[in-house]
Nanobody, 115 residues
Framework: QVQLVESGGGLVQPGGSLRLSCAASGSIFRIYTMGWYRQAPGKQREFLALITSGGSTTYAHSVKGRFTISRDNAKNTGYLQMNSLKPEDTAVYYC?????????WGKGTLVTVSS
């Protein structure tokens, strides 16, 4: 089993920044992909970014240039640096870990962008 815990969410003003963290624990294979998603009220869960074990990254068009995904393999922790935040970025943010052919999700952290 793999457990994921997101942190770093909160209230931020438009134009501000936040860094989310996703700490993974449990039976983790050395090679895994980590991704970030979000779900706004009344909307479907949306892909944001992913990073492979080799460090290759992919971003959704909506966040490319504003968000940066990274990871610390030694700590089994992933990060999502979010800059130039907009009110439409308000959502619950989730991390997902693809490990051993299975997907694991955290419980999410709420990000609210409002003045």
């Amino acid at each position: 089993q793999v457990q994921l815990v997101e942190s770093g969410g909160g209230l931020v003003q438009p134009g501000g920044s936040l860094r989310l963290s996703c700490a993974a624990s449990g039976s983790i294979f050395r090679i895994y992909t980590m991704g970030w998603y979000r779900q706004a009220p009344g909307k479907q869960r949306e892909f944001l970014a992913l990073i492979t074990s080799g460090g290759s990254t992919t971003y959704a068009h909506s966040v490319k240039g504003r968000f940066t995904i990274s990871r610390d393999n030694a700590k089994n922790t992933g990060y999502l640096q979010m800059n130039s935040l907009k009110p439409e970025d308000t959502a619950v943010y989730y991390c997902k870990l693809e490990n051993g052919g299975m997907d694991y999700w955290g419980k999410g952290t709420l990000v609210t962008v409002s003045s």
